[in-house]
């Protein structure tokens, strides 16, 4: 009877760390909510923590800082969703504190334009400017509904049939990549000839994309989605960072729950840097965000 118990007891405790396991955060009370946290200094000014959970090889993730300049300045403008947001990535960011300041530069009726720029301290503690954004705010839900468009979702296979780290060795890359940790990528088997030596020289990237805590996206995580797949030069045969010069993102409708299909493409790579541009579709085939940016082309 004891061992019985005692089985029963064991059973239940499996359970019970399984129901935790599988509680998906939600909007607020995430991971990405708390590493994009700011908190009010003076009015403007914002001091923040970069997390080192979003590095990637040698710097803090483009999109992640995007997603912490975003969160600055919807609490300083009075709308609340980014439409457009275009940043200049001026020195690499590092993990560690940083401060934010905003600035209103015209608050209308239906849409509100501000700036902020990203610092941190060098050795010698004097500030140094990281990150500069131009953005303009307003409110998604207030959109009309009328939709004229010739775009498609990208055509790729479900999820269960595309590829993520777990499906195979990691390819050999140097640096970091603890924001892999803190996302959920299921690779179009297409665009993953990179990984294992054979990359289709197509400036192609196609994938499935989800937080890794089970948080639905919104307005604000789509900046961090345009810039989180691997880079279209890897399928191009170029290994290393590829640091982004200037993007911009356009945040088109709130998206509907669920995973995101993500499509990157790059048609000209000159004179050491290449463009590439992003579209974002939802679990209801919508085009929820585009971007387009300007990176410095790995060497090699």
Not at 99 to 125: H, P
Not at 235 to 258: D, F, Q, S
Request: hydrophobic share 40%; charged share 20%.
């Amino acid at each position: 009877m004891a061992e019985a118990t005692e089985a029963v007891r064991a059973f239940q405790a499996v359970q019970a760390v399984q129901a935790v396991q599988t509680i998906q955060a939600t909007i607020g009370d995430s991971e990405f909510d708390r590493d994009t946290a700011v908190t009010l200094r003076s009015p403007g000014v914002y001091d923040v923590e970069l997390s080192a959970g979003w590095t990637i090889l040698h710097a803090v993730n483009g999109g992640y800082l995007l997603a912490l300049l975003g969160r600055a300045l919807g609490d300083a403008l009075p709308h609340p969703d980014p439409f457009t947001v275009s940043a200049h990535y001026l020195t690499a960011s590092q993990p560690g504190p940083a401060v934010i300041r905003t600035e209103v530069v015209r608050a209308g009726r239906t849409l509100s334009t501000g700036q902020a720029a990203l610092f941190q301290y060098a050795d010698d503690g004097t500030e140094v400017e990281r990150i500069r954004v131009l953005a303009s705010y307003g409110d998604l839900a207030a959109l009309p509904d009328d939709v004229r468009t010739t775009a498609q979702p990208p055509a790729m296979p479900d999820r269960q049939h595309c590829l993520g780290p777990s499906d195979g060795p990691a390819p050999e890359i140097e640096g970091s990549s603890a924001i892999t940790e803190r996302i959920d990528i299921k690779l179009d088997p297409a665009t993953v000839g990179w990984a294992v030596g054979a990359p289709s020289g197509k400036g192609e990237m196609r994938g499935w994309f989800a937080l890794a805590d089970g948080r639905d996206a919104d307005p604000l995580s789509l900046l961090l989605t345009v810039d989180a797949l691997p880079p279209t030069s890897f399928e191009l045969g170029l290994k290393g960072w590829t640091p982004t010069v200037e993007l911009t993102a356009h945040i088109r409708c709130r998206p509907a729950p669920g995973p995101l299909r993500v499509f990157l493409t790059t048609r000209n790579l000159a004179g050491g840097f290449l463009e590439e541009d992003a579209e974002v579709w939802d679990s209801a085939d919508r085009l929820v965000a585009q971007s387009r940016q300007l990176a410095k082309a790995p060497r090699g």
